[in-house]
């Protein structure tokens, strides 16, 4: 099975109102062609979920400043201006969320886990509205599974399956977001035949993975 | 000795051989550069690895910190996802993290994440780090720029985790939390213990060891 | 045809193009040998991979099914640890699962892990397999070697998973369970109705295209 | 730091009483010769937590043999009758836990989370005793960490500073219990010099392992 495909099969799977994980912390790891690609769609009413929405013109920060998205589920956004300054203008829904509870949210959503009890946050204005129990005489908090459509991923490397590797720190959210999505789309800087990944060296398998698109020279 | 440079010094001494060690960003991202020669230390970064050293050379392909800012890997390090990392950092596989503070009250809460309707970054890692952590070490200066002290019976900024932390490191003073009540351990060079008091809102107890702070010029 | 052949043979009908799929041990193995060349699956081993094949040559170090069986790995397959093994199969990334049993019953309930006081091997992963797997075909004989049935009204034995069966091939019979009721849906060759009521003590209605079952010789 | 000591050193770690999280399925990435060493050492009335415990002769099966564990948490004993044969003359005690959910406990204890909710075993034995929560409508268990005194780890290359990486499907259970233990031992087939090991390549990070040992030739 063939999973690469060209660019011009990538636009139309994005729709208004959609709910879409992303790779990368402060943009590094984050599939740019395929932010491109979504704000090239003119999908609207996003949802986004990911780390942080980086800077105004880095990682997602384009589908911020375009307005597409209509909420981020971020647990930064102190480092884009753009994004504070719709929130408070009531333009776009924030929800901060800590990064270790996001990440596990994440897992939960894609390894069929119903929640997961953390005590990050036990305390703060994170614990409001949620579940506290206690486990061994420590309180925890009941975080609950996310999901999306679509995620969209960056990988160093794919085979022809589909099977990634990442590179460095640019690792970070994509291997879990793989898990956790309806479609699976990376963007990768080099597809190589099927079997010349050693089994052991993948970090995504293949089976999570339905579509694989190379990154164009930026 | 600029207040900075001072707080990173003292901070240094609580690293010891071994550490696997988590720095926020600013002030304690100064700190290794004070660590004596023979202390060997790890230091993790949350957006996914162990190993981190300064920058060398030209900048490598996915090799940035937490801040998205080119750095180094040392020889002996290890990159992962950040579940990962996270699971490091709630895991207590963290010896000692380092972090800023707008504020710390007497029960060890800290608050260092959001002003409410002015700054609402979110809190990045930084809850879990405060959760996570066995030593955590708010490094800051003891006043905020008005003069107010940071140092409080009860903070009333929201805060970034309840009652963790172990240490607070300023220009004036080093203070312990232990069993719940803050404690005075170090003044600094100079400093008396009535300039603390007059700085700081918090109640608190001598150490029995109380001492003047020894940094190295 | 032997029954185990006609009962593999059936279910390898069930596996499409591009289908993850877990096989349990026994009978569950000889399913792929059946299946058409324009098929290709991906088999997923719960002690951690995905691209098990058949043993060629010489044993690798550490390739082995969750039997500890030295197997084969084909091009493209993907190692993992029991983690991810089990996020996979919990997490509804298996296609279809294919399992033995010891009874099933008319609301999807399964019982393949233990005989109170006989048998108490241990569920090991099957309880996460039937939990998660998208689809969950149960391959077993008709009735039990002394001639009971294994199909019933409610199982008697201790439950692997409750309501998560969606299909019993037997040598007999092919039933689903559709919205909580099993359904007739092919008798084997030469079987009739009144011989599959004989075997069977669940309450089943007929599909609307019931038929008899089509395997190649 | 060279973490790689003497097997001299390893016996004197082994105490009466102690809980031993061990890596490995079916004996395959189970540490051999640190089973040896802890058989040497006599320690008795062990806890064992594992995946299974193989046969008579291979993986765990010497301690459950000679009586040093008095109690295993495993997923299944079907292919060591010498469990069972003792869980029935009452001289072990056999905590049965199902697959999935014993290696999300594991990562529970490792990783700082109170429990998880999985929905595997909602309606068998697996769910008497436990705390039941509805999410969305779909039941789940609360599952509670786990961690032991000692893991043992099999890998097939260490450097000298404890990084690991396994072979093929070696790795099970190895990468999990390296976090849910005081003190965590590995069994490696090579050691190669601090930097040897690509970072991206790593599977256990040098800070989760405080000791490494050079297999013995078998």
Same mark, same amino acid.
């Given at each position: 099975?063939n999973?690469?495909?060209?660019?011009?099969?990538?636009?139309?799977?994005?729709?208004?109102?959609?709910?879409?994980?992303?790779?990368?912390f402060? *943009?590094?790891?984050?599939?740019?062609?395929?932010?491109?690609a979504?704000?090239?769609?003119?999908?609207?009413?996003l949802?986004?979920?990911?780390?942080?929405?980086?800077?105004?013109?880095?990682?997602?920060?384009?589908?911020?400043?375009?307005?597409?998205?209509?909420?981020?589920?971020?647990?930064?956004?102190?480092?884009?201006?753009?994004?504070?300054?719709?929130?408070?203008?009531?333009?776009?829904?924030?929800?901060?969320?800590?990064?270790?509870?996001?990440?596990?949210?994440?897992?939960?959503?894609?390894?069929?886990? *119903?929640? =997961?009890?953390?005590?990050?946050g036990?305390g703060?204005?994170?614990?409001?509205?949620?579940?506290?129990?206690?486990?061994?005489?420590?309180?925890?908090?009941?975080?609950?599974?996310l999901?999306?459509?679509?995620?969209?991923?960056?990988?160093?490397?794919?085979?022809?399956?589909?099977n990634?590797?990442?590179?460095?720190?640019?690792?970070?959210?994509?291997?879990?977001?793989?898990?956790?999505?309806?479609? =699976?789309?990376?963007?990768?800087?080099?597809? =190589?035949?099927?079997?010349?990944?050693?089994?052991?060296?993948?970090?995504?398998?293949?089976?999570? =993975?339905?579509?694989?698109?190379?990154?164009?020279?930026? | 000795?600029?207040?900075?440079?001072?707080?990173?010094?003292?901070?240094?001494?609580?690293?010891?051989?071994?550490?696997?060690?988590?720095?926020?960003?600013?002030?304690?991202?100064?700190?290794?550069?004070?660590?004596?020669?023979?202390?060997?230390?790890?230091?993790?970064?949350?957006?996914?690895?162990l190993?981190?050293?300064?920058?060398e050379?030209?900048?490598?392909?996915?090799?940035?910190?937490?801040?998205?800012i080119?750095?180094?890997?040392?020889?002996?390090?290890?990159?992962?996802?950040?579940?990962?990392?996270?699971?490091?950092?709630?895991?207590?596989?963290?010896?000692?993290?380092?972090?800023?503070?707008?504020?710390?009250?007497?029960?060890?809460?800290?608050?260092?994440?959001?002003?409410?309707?002015?700054?609402?970054?979110?809190?990045?890692?930084?809850?879990?780090?405060?959760?996570?952590?066995k030593?955590?070490?708010?490094?800051?200066?003891?006043?905020?720029?008005?003069?107010?002290?940071?140092?409080?019976?009860?903070?009333?900024?929201?805060?970034?985790?309840?009652?963790?932390?172990?240490?607070?490191?300023?220009?004036?003073?080093?203070?312990?939390?232990?069993?719940?009540?803050?404690?005075?351990?170090?003044?600094?060079?100079?400093?008396?213990?009535?300039?603390v008091?007059?700085?700081?809102?918090?109640?608190?107890?001598?150490?029995?060891q109380?001492?003047?702070?020894?940094?190295?010029?």
């Amino acid at each position: 099975m063939n999973k690469i495909v060209e660019w011009s099969e990538i636009g139309p799977l994005f729709r208004d109102g959609m709910s879409i994980l992303f790779g990368g912390f402060m *943009g590094v790891g984050t599939p740019l062609g395929l932010v491109a690609a979504l704000h090239e769609s003119k999908a609207s009413r996003l949802t986004l979920i990911g780390n942080d929405t980086a800077a105004p013109t880095t990682g997602v920060g384009p589908l911020v400043a375009s307005g597409q998205a209509s909420k981020v589920i971020v647990s930064h956004i102190g480092t884009n201006p753009m994004t504070g300054r719709k929130m408070i203008a009531g333009e776009i829904e924030v929800d901060l969320v800590p990064q270790g509870t996001l990440i596990e949210r994440i897992r939960c959503g894609g390894s069929g886990l *119903g929640g =997961v009890l953390t005590p990050t946050g036990v305390g703060t204005v994170v614990e409001e509205g949620k579940q506290k129990l206690t486990v061994n005489g420590r309180d925890y908090l009941l975080e609950l599974p996310l999901r999306a459509d679509i995620a969209i991923i960056k990988a160093k490397r794919a085979d022809r399956a589909g099977n990634l590797v990442y590179e460095r720190a640019a690792r970070n959210f994509n291997p879990i977001i793989a898990m956790a999505a309806d479609l =699976v789309i990376a963007e990768v800087e080099e597809v =190589v035949e099927i079997g010349e990944i050693d089994p052991d060296m993948v970090m995504t398998p293949a089976a999570l =993975v339905d579509k694989v698109v190379l990154s164009k020279e930026l | 000795m600029e207040a900075k440079e001072l707080i990173a010094r003292r901070v240094a001494q609580e690293l010891k051989e071994g550490y696997i060690v988590n720095l926020g960003i600013g002030l304690p991202t100064m700190v290794p550069k004070f660590l004596p020669t023979d202390v060997h230390i790890t230091l993790q970064s949350e957006n996914g690895f162990l190993g981190m050293g300064p920058l060398e050379g030209e900048p490598q392909p996915g090799v940035v910190n937490a801040g998205g800012i080119p750095c180094g890997l040392l020889p002996g390090a290890a990159i992962f996802d950040s579940l990962m990392s996270f699971a490091l950092i709630r895991g207590g596989h963290v010896d000692l993290t380092v972090l800023g503070g707008l504020q710390v009250d007497q029960e060890g809460n800290l608050a260092n994440w959001m002003v409410p309707g002015k700054m609402v970054p979110g809190m990045g890692g930084a809850m879990d780090l405060v959760s996570g952590a066995k030593k955590v070490v708010v490094a800051m200066e003891h006043c905020t720029r008005e003069g107010e002290p940071r140092i409080l019976k009860r903070c009333n900024l929201p805060l970034t985790a309840k009652a963790r932390v172990s240490m607070i490191v300023t220009e004036l003073a080093v203070f312990t939390i232990d069993d719940g009540q803050l404690v005075l351990q170090e003044t600094a060079p100079g400093i008396s213990l009535e300039q603390v008091r007059a700085s700081t809102e918090a109640d608190f107890v001598l150490a029995e060891q109380f001492h003047s702070m020894s940094v190295a010029a």
